[in-house]
Structure formats: structure tokens, C-alpha cells
């Protein structure tokens, strides 16, 4: 029986799954999956490497369904299809690490318990990653256990990166720029370090363009700034979440709106960003498709914002050497990313058309002086090879 790693990750109202053969330390995937709706209407489905798909069934009554429950019902296929036996390891993104864990870790009782602390600097995010540990500790007992901090790449940042002009004591205390998407980014210099080892030694920006949305200045293979903050909340906009906002309006949701930190929480979290923005959806896709005005405002501000950040982030960097697009945005976008670039040429940033229009590997045109990739994300993968890391299989790649 191969060796098999799993890896999860949990949001709000899903649970993501992958599956790794890990015999001699190589990872090789097996299968990825997810349910989604958990709480409401869930569904789900996984596909394996071998292109069969298998959708879940969930019974009358699974609208209450839980991320323990979800982690039955992929406990019952893994059983079904034979990999359960194999597990060797399960390795969790969990995004926040606060500023001490740089590293992924085994979790234990202490460790849980720090990452609980946590809870207020994510609380859309840390709470179900911890329910997801949970229930993946009742599914799989005596199985090691492996967290994976989003936060952990950034932790290189200098100090002008990771403050606010707060009093001294906010930051001792935490408040701090954290960075998130750090496994996608680490994911994205290891790929890059192969494709072109002398760019991924130099100055880097790449654009996490997903779901959520973030970019990141990254020196010889460490962060240097990033457009997230204290939260998944700063920066760029993205499905739902608003991005960079004056605090002043913050003040006056408060004062004049006599909002509290619920409905707060829930307008910048849920309703905002290209959701809000365009009255329409979250999905870029039907954004895209949409002749609407608002639609079309609301990719302008996406797209403004990600050039205001191209040239601020080059600037925490002495010359941008490679930029890279990733996340579903960036790698299947190229409306999106010709829109970026358009004009900034100044910044040695030259496409090519054609090869932006088929989302190839380069972007870029021959006689640019700055190199465009755009190379797909795989946060799963980076997980898989932490747990192996941390549980004593040193992956072979
Ligand atoms: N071909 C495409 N063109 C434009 N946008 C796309 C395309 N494919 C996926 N997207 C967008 O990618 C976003 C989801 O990104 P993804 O990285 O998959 O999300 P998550 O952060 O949930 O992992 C959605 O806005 C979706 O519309
Ligand atoms: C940190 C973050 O924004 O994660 P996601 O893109 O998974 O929402
Ligand atoms: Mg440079």
C-alpha cells in the first residue's frame, strides 16, 4: 500500500481536499476535492488524477451539515476507494501563525491552543481552519497532524512592512501586517526557482489573484512587503472583501450608521469588493460576461488597484526583475492581465499578445526587460511537501 499525505483546507463554508501518494518522498497527486455550502445547501465532489469524477451524496437533513460531518462523508470515499489505510500524514492551511510561527508545525494540545489565541487576528478564517483540525483528529486518530501558516512566508518583512504608524505598543501586542497567500507564494518561488533560477534570485512581484486576492514583493526568494495587512481584509478588492479602505470610514459606519462590529465585519467581509461593487457577483467569470456599467466599474477599480500596487510593491524592491500572475484571475484572465499591463511599459513591462491571450507560461515579449509569467498556483502541493517535511520524509524534489 503507497504511502498517501492529506491535505485540507478549510473556509468559511467549505472544505478542500487533496490527496498525495508520497512513497520515497515524492508526492504525487492522487485525487483533489471539496465540499461546499457546509451549513447550507452543501455539495461536493472529488476527481481523481485519473480523470473519474465522483459526485457526494448528502441525505435529507444535510442542510445542518458541519465541517466534522464533511469530514465523514470524504473519510467515507477515502474508505470506499482504499486510500484511507495509506494515510500517513494530514497536513491543514491554516492562514494565521501569528508573529511567532514561521515554520510549519505538528499540532498538539499546546499548539491548538495557540492557534485559538489567534482567533480575533482571522475571524473569518482561523475559526474553521481549527474545526477543520478538529475534525480531522476525530476522522483520523493517531494520524500526525500538520499546520501550515499562510502568515509564515512573510515573516522575513522588514520592520517598515509589517507596521502601522500606531503607538509602539499596538505592534507589541500584535497589530501588525501579517501577510497572507504565503503557501501559494512559496509554491510559485520554488516553481519559478526551476523555469528561471536567475529571475527567482532577483526582484519579484507576484499577483495572487484568486478568490482572494493579494500581491507580494518577494527579494532572492524572500517576502519583502505585501499587500495584505492585520487581516485578509487590505489591499487589493476582491470577491467579497473591500481591500485597502480609509479607517475614516470606519469611524463613520460607527458613528453616523451606529453599525456594530457584526454588521461591520459582514459589510467588508461578505458584501463588498467586486460583489458589492457590481450589484451582480463575486465571480469574475460572470463579471466578465456581463454588459452591465457596474460590472465594468467594478473590474476598473480590481484593475486600478492592482497597478497602483505593481509600482508601489517595485518600489520596496530596488527594480522589478520578474512579475508573476497566478490565483484563478491571474492564470485564466488574460482581459485582466492586459488591462494590468497596458502602459507600463516604463516599468519594463512589455507583452506579447498572443502569448497572453493562450495564458502561456511567458507573457512577456522577447525584447522585454522585465519577464511576465504566469504560472498556476498549488497550495495543496506546498502543503503535502510541509507535511512530509515536518513528519520526517524528506521530499526528494
Ligand atoms: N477563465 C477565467 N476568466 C476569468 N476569471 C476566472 C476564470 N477562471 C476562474 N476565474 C476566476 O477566478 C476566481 C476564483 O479564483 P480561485 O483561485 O479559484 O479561488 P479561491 O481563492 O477560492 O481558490 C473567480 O473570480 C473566478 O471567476
Ligand atoms: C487569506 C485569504 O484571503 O485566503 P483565501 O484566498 O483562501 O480566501
Ligand atoms: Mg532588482
Known amino acids: ?4 499525505v492529506l491535505t485540507f483546507n478549510a473556509g468559511s463554508s467549505s472544505l478542500k481536499f487533496a490527496a498525495f501518494g508520497a512513497d520515497n518522498g515524492v508526492l504525487n497527486h492522487l485525487a483533489a476535492g471539496q465540499v461546499e455550502g457546509i451549513g447550507a445547501t452543501p455539495k461536493g465532489s472529488v476527481k481523481r488524477a485519473t480523470g473519474e469524477k465522483t459526485e457526494f451524496a448528502f441525505g435529507p437533513g444535510a442542510g445542518g451539515l458541519d465541517h466534522r460531518a464533511a469530514m465523514k462523508v470524504i473519510l467515507g470515499w477515502l474508505t470506499d476507494i482504499g486510500y484511507a489505510r ?28 495557540k492557534l485559538q489565541k489567534l482567533i480575533p487576528l482571522a475571524p473569518l478564517h482561523q475559526p474553521h481552519n481549527l474545526s477543520g483540525i478538529a475534525a480531522a483528529i476525530e476522522a483520523f486518530p493517531g494520524t500526525p497532524q500538520v499546520a501550515c501558516f499562510d502568515t509564515a512566508f512573510h515573516r522575513s518583512h522588514p520592520f517598515v512592512s509589517d507596521t502601522f504608524a500606531l503607538p509602539r505598543s499596538y505592534y507589541d501586542e500584535g497589530v501588525r501586517r501579517y501577510g497572507f497567500h504565503g503557501l501559494s507564494y512559496e509554491y510559485i518561488l520554488r516553481t519559478l526557482k526551476k523555469m528561471a533560477p536567475q529571475i527567482a534570485r532577483e526582484d519579484v512581484i507576484v499577483a495572487h489573484l484568486g478568490n482572494g486576492a493579494s500581491m507580494c ?4 526568494g524572500r517576502s519583502i512587503a505585501s499587500t495584505m495587512g492585520f487581516t485578509a481584509l487590505d489591499g487589493l478588492p476582491m470577491g467579497t472583501r473591500c481591500g485597502q479602505l480609509d479607517p475614516g470610514v470606519l469611524l463613520y459606519l460607527m458613528a453616523e450608521k451606529k453599525m456594530d462590529a457584526q454588521q461591520i465585519s459582514d459589510l467588508l467581509y461578505k458584501e463588498s469588493g467586486l460583489k458589492g461593487m457590481s450589484g451582480l457577483s463575486q465571480d469574475m467569470r460572470e463579471l466578465e460576461a456581463s454588459d452591465s456599467p457596474r460590472a465594468k466599474e467594478a473590474i476598473d477599480y480590481f484593475v486600478h488597484r492592482i497597478r497602483r500596487e505593481l509600482a508601489g510593491l517595485a518600489a520596496t524592491v530596488d527594480g522589478v526583475e520578474g512579475v508573476v500572475f497566478t490565483g ?9 492581465r492586459k488591462a494590468v499591463l497596458t502602459g507600463m511599459e516604463w516599468m519594463g513591462l512589455v507583452l506579447d499578445d498572443e502569448a497572453n491571450e493562450a495564458s502561456a507560461q511567458i507573457i ?16 495543496e502541493r506546498m502543503i503535502a511537501r510541509h507535511t512530509l517535511e515536518v513528519t520526517g520524509d524528506r521530499p526528494a524534489t
Open 364 to 379: 512577456s515579449a522577447k525584447a522585454s526587460p522585465t519577464a511576465i509569467f504566469v504560472i498556476p498556483t498549488d497550495e
Open 86 to 113: 495509506g494515510i500517513v500524514a494530514v497536513g491543514h492551511r491554516v492562514v494565521h501563525g501569528g508573529p511567532d510561527l514561521v515554520q510549519p508545525i505538528l499540532i498538539d494540545e499546546a499548539a491548538i491552543a
Open 328 to 336: 484563478g484571475i491571474g492564470e485564466h484572465s488574460a482581459r485582466i
Open 217 to 220: 514583493a518577494v527579494k532572492n
Open 1 to 4: 500500500m503507497s504511502k498517501i
